[in-house]
T-cell receptor, first 114, second 111 residues
Framework: GAVVSQHPSRVICKSGTSVKIECRSLDFQATTMFWYRQFPKQSLMLMATSNEGSKATYEQGVEKDKFLINHASLTLSTLTVTSAHPEDSSFYICSATTRNNEQFFGPGTRLTVL | GQQVMQIPQYQHVQEGEDFTTYCNSSTTLSNIQWYKQRPGGHPVFLIQ?????EVKKQKRLTFQFGEAKKNSSLHITATQTTDVGTYFC???????????FGSGTKLNVKP
């Protein structure tokens, strides 16, 4: 089946620093990649839709200058949390979509901002 | 905004009992997907429903998409301990290439 990797799996950083998270589709080209945020014991909240070669589309309430998304190729999308603060601590998870619209999720990144 | 509601939030059943989770959307959906997430894991794709009134089966799992394409259900027959996890629906509104997740139903199965 389709495999999506996400790196790093865990990151701890100081307040004010920036953190980059990579999402890769390993064995297929993804037409679209999505970035979600999941709080403990809660659902996935869609943050943005990322299409290769174009600007990401952000959901209402998500600051595009704070959560920078770059979709460099059909197999790689990155999310950069800029000037991170403790309230940005969360589980960030990406998904890559096949032509059939199936979403394959990465294992997620646990971000802790001190 | 787009909303996908899911009930119940939790369900505790005895092994062998049936289980059903329901999703409702505030808007008509182009399609709906179902996922299972185990504790500590990431969501795993189960199925996608596209057609009005569609019913699909995967062994003990039965998925339905409502006639109006605004609601869906997942039914598990004779639950097993391996069914434990949180089940999410994710709906895609028309003209939007994205999915909004329901709040999820956490299933616990007692042996």
């Amino acid at each position: 089946g389709a495999v999506v990797s996400q790196h790093p799996s865990r990151v701890i950083c100081k307040s004010g620093t920036s953190v980059k998270i990579e999402c890769r589709s390993l064995d297929f080209q993804a037409t679209t990649m999505f970035w979600y945020r999941q709080f403990p014991k809660q659902s996935l909240m869609l943050m943005a839709t990322s299409n290769e070669g174009s600007k990401a589309t952000y959901e209402q309430g998500v600051e595009k200058d704070k959560f920078l998304i770059n979709h460099a190729s059909l197999t790689l999308s990155t999310l950069t949390v800029t000037s991170a603060h403790p309230e940005d601590s969360s589980f960030y998870i990406c998904s890559a979509t096949t032509r059939n619209n199936e979403q394959f999720f990465g294992p997620g990144t646990r971000l802790t901002v001190l | 905004g787009q909303q996908v509601m899911q009930i119940p939030q939790y369900q505790h059943v005895q092994e062998g009992e049936d289980f059903t989770t329901y999703c409702n959307s505030s808007t008509t959906l182009s399609n709906i997907q179902w996922y299972k997430q185990r504790p500590g894991g990431h969501p795993v794709f189960l199925i996608q429903l596209v057609k009005s009134g569609e019913v699909k089966k995967q062994k003990r799992l039965t998925f339905q998409f409502g006639e109006a394409k605004k609601n869906s259900s997942l039914h598990i027959t004779a639950t097993q301990t391996t069914d434990v996890g949180t089940y999410f629906c994710a709906g895609s509104p028309y003209n939007f290439n994205k999915f909004y997740f329901g709040s999820g139903t956490k299933l616990n199965v007692k042996p």
